[in-house]
């Protein structure tokens, strides 16, 4: 059997009951092109049937010529952008998945990634399943393909109460469209309203962008029906349980201008910063932030400590998030294609350089000795979260546990393999508190505490259901 790799990093949109809907999914998908760099796709209801564009690329590329928009009609769009590893980069698992089956047509988004995947694969698979992808996402359509259930929402429900792991889920059908956040409440998912028509997406900046009212969060376990009459249906399909949303959301994954689980962003990431400076002072004359993740926590530094904010490192905007780039090769060079320091700004002085987080250290070591050549007596980095000592299994990209620098070295050997004068990370305790939320969260890549036990212990090397390196059989 072929196991599924997990699902990762992802954005979701769909728009129902609007003339511009693919349109408009693809401006959408523009706002969450963060989310997915790798492939994106949209898939349009016209009330007959589905309609489907989608390719590897960026939005922009993908969606670049307007005739496309032509094979798009309908009133109805749910839309994908996404990011996962290497080996399952294929034409073939780019979503939005779309299907025919004995009950119509039916297409779905996901993001997130499912823990219980290949558990539930082998189960199928024993009763005469086949597989047309590596996604985990296209377990849930074998599973509502098989319930027994009467009606849509029923079969969704029931399938999806069957998976365990991180899921907002958009389905399409030829006259609905269906959101579903999972219980816990693993990664973002909004509510808004953009005329007579709904829209959902998985931040709120893509809200912005197309001028939609932000109405409210999906709520954890939620599932919303959007039916012809311009009506929306709530309903709560799952055991109620405590809501884990995904810290690293506030720390790196989401944009600072969209709103999550009711805080924005910018303003969380600032604090995150305040907190640093109140944890991990030191007596500096500038301080810096490896952009563009890492400038509002800067910021919040900066104005706690009563040091100077400069922007000490400019950005190439023309260069992606170098960690996207799947070759090591290219990561290494990566760092300096897209920064580069500022040396009047530097020269002969203390600096603090601050960044939201360590994956493998490669980054930060890189952006000491380019800081010291530009001249600077001394440099401090301060990282804007605790040690990430532990693969996500819930859709953010993380190496697996071998490759993350903190999970095998103290913090005076990550100081000197990144060869600053000191390093300091924000205390788990100051990463809660600054996010100002009562609410419970998912900290697993930092503390190892995974909300959701994983099945098949035999299978787990290290921490999980699989290791990505080691279980995954390649393609
Ligand atoms: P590294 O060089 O492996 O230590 O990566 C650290 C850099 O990657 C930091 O500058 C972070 O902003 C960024 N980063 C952290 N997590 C992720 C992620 N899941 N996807 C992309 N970039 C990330």
Not at 419 to 426: C, K, N, P, R
């Amino acid at each position: 059997m072929k196991l599924f790799r997990p699902e990762e990093e992802c954005g979701v949109f769909g728009i129902y009951g609007h003339p511009e809907a693919a349109n408009l999914t693809y401006l959408g998908l523009y706002a969450l092109q963060h989310r997915g760099q790798e492939s994106c796709g949209i898939v349009s209801s016209d009330g007959t049937g589905l309609h489907a564009h989608k390719r590897m690329g960026l939005v922009a590329d993908v969606f670049g010529n307007q005739k496309v928009f032509e094979k798009l009609p309908g009133k109805a769009a749910i839309g994908h952008v996404r990011y996962s590893t290497a080996g399952a980069s294929v034409e073939k698992n780019v979503q939005p998945i779309m299907v025919d089956y004995s009950r119509g047509s039916i297409a779905v988004a996901h993001n997130g990634n499912l823990v219980n995947a290949n558990l539930l694969k082998a189960e199928l698979e024993a009763y005469g399943s086949i597989f047309q992808t590596t996604m985990d996402t296209e377990i849930i359509i074998h599973l509502l393909a098989i319930s027994r259930t009467h009606s849509l929402v029923e079969r969704i429900g029931d399938a999806l109460n069957r998976v365990k792991g991180a899921y907002c889920l958009l389905f399409l059908t030829e006259s609905r469209m269906i959101a579903v956040r999972d219980p816990h409440g693993f990664r973002p998912l909004c509510l808004g309203k953009l005329g007579d028509g709904w829209v959902v997406a998985s931040e709120s900046c893509a809200l912005d962008l197309i001028e939609a009212e932000f109405v409210r969060e999906v709520e954890p376990g939620e599932m919303l029906i959007f039916t012809k009459d311009g009506q929306m249906q709530s309903l709560f399909p799952f055991k109620k349980i405590e809501p884990t949303p995904c810290i690293f959301e506030f720390v790196y994954f989401a944009r600072p201008d969209s709103n999550i689980f009711g805080k924005n962003v910018y303003q969380v990431r600032k604090e995150l910063g305040r907190q640093l400076a109140r944890e991990y002072k030191v007596d500096a004359d500038v301080v810096i932030a490896v952009p563009d993740s890492g400038v509002p926590a800067a910021m919040g530094y900066a104005e706690e400590a009563g040091i100077p904010f400069e922007l000490g490192l400019i950005r190439n905007h023309y260069v992606g998030r170098t960690f996207i780039e799947p070759a090591q090769s290219i990561r290494h060079f990566g760092v300096k294609i897209k920064l580069n320091p500022v040396r009047e700004l530097l020269e002969g002085k203390r600096v603090v350089v601050i960044d939201d987080s360590i994956v493998r250290g490669t980054t930060s070591r890189k952006i000491v000795k380019m800081v010291r050549n530009a001249g600077a007596k001394e440099v401090h980095m301060r990282i804007s979260s605790p040690p990430t000592s532990y693969p996500c299994f819930y859709g953010i990209d993380t190496p697996n546990r071998k490759e993350l620098i903190s999970s095998s070295h103290t913090l005076d050997e990550i100081r000197r393999y990144i060869t600053a004068d000191t390093l300091g990370y924000l205390s788990e305790e100051g990463l809660v508190k600054a996010t100002g939320l009562k609410h419970s969260f998912c900290t697993a890549c930092f503390t190892g505490e995974y909300p959701i036990n994983f099945p098949m212990p035999s299978q787990i090397p290290q921490m999980g259901l699989f290791s990505k390196d080691e279980e995954y059989i390649e393609q």
